[in-house]
């Protein structure tokens, strides 16, 4: 289709601009595109921060839960004729005897086991800041330091080959055990300490 021109000869006038638009577009649609991959780009990086620090709480999480959780095996019996050892908190190491019971109940800044029959050998590596502490229904025997042995089978027998042993009762002054010294507890309960001294003595 033609346009009469003023003089009527059919043609386009020459002042008629002529206009690209397509490329106008192309050109609008590619800053939008890169404004949105700015965008997209801002949202990512914020999400990977977000994410990792989420992947590392949870990992430092499950790091804390390791480290301070009982063992599997927290309660260990023994049968006629059968002895177990086991290796818990920083370096601890118990021998049990046959036909004995123990149970470690934490591993934490205290270690804290219930002997509730039989008998238990245990060496406490040194250290200052933390116990271990044998539960007996008769009395608690603690140390930070040494090789000891507590039996239940008779009363209570608390005998030391290194290192000290402090015996604590409800009610009475606590008894310090050194090397070769031996704490016995019959069922009247009354204490026998050959060699031993008391608190403050």
Same mark, same amino acid.
């Given at each position: 289709?033609?346009?009469?021109?003023?003089?009527?000869?059919?043609?386009?006038?020459?002042?008629?601009?002529?206009?690209?638009?397509?490329?106008?577009?192309?050109?609008?649609? &590619?800053? +939008?595109? #890169?404004?949105?991959?700015?965008?997209?780009?801002?949202?990512?990086?914020?999400?990977?921060?977000?994410?990792?620090?989420?992947?590392?709480?949870?990992?430092?999480?499950?790091?804390?839960?390791?480290?301070?959780?009982?063992?599997?095996? !927290?309660?260990?019996?023994?049968?006629?004729?059968?002895?177990?050892?086991?290796?818990?908190?920083?370096?601890?190491?118990? +021998? +049990?005897?046959?036909?004995?019971? %123990?149970?470690?109940?934490?591993?934490? &800044?205290?270690?804290?086991?219930?002997?509730? &029959?039989?008998?238990?050998?245990?060496?406490?590596? #040194?250290?200052?800041?933390? #116990?271990?502490?044998?539960?007996? #229904?008769? !009395?608690?025997?603690?140390?930070?330091?040494?090789?000891?042995?507590?039996?239940?089978?008779?009363?209570?027998?608390?005998?030391?080959?290194?290192?000290?042993?402090?015996?604590?009762?409800?009610?009475?002054?606590?008894?310090? %055990?050194?090397?070769?010294?031996?704490?016995?507890?019959?069922?009247?309960?009354?204490?026998?300490?050959?060699?031993?001294?008391?608190?403050?003595?």
């Amino acid at each position: 289709m033609t346009t009469d021109g003023p003089n009527g000869s059919g043609k386009r006038p020459s002042n008629i601009i002529r206009v690209n638009w397509w490329k106008g577009s192309s050109h609008a649609a &590619a800053e +939008l595109n #890169e404004a949105a991959e700015r965008r997209w780009s801002r949202q990512a990086w914020g999400l990977g921060i977000t994410a990792t620090a989420a992947m590392l709480v949870a990992v430092g999480a499950l790091v804390s839960y390791e480290l301070n959780r009982p063992p599997a095996d !927290a309660v260990i019996v023994t049968g006629a004729n059968e002895t177990r050892t086991r290796i818990f908190g920083d370096g601890i190491h118990v +021998l +049990l005897s046959e036909l004995s019971k %123990l149970q470690i109940d934490a591993v934490d &800044a205290c270690c804290l086991v219930h002997l509730f &029959a039989g008998e238990a050998r245990f060496s406490v590596p #040194e250290n200052p800041t933390r #116990e271990l502490v044998v539960a007996t #229904e008769f !009395a608690n025997a603690i140390s930070n330091a040494g090789k000891f042995s507590v039996s239940t089978q008779l009363g209570l027998v608390v005998q030391v080959q290194e290192g000290s042993v402090r015996v604590a009762r409800p009610g009475k002054p606590p008894v310090i %055990l050194m090397k070769g010294m031996r704490y016995g507890l019959g069922d009247g309960m009354r204490a026998a300490v050959p060699g031993a001294r008391r608190r403050g003595t």
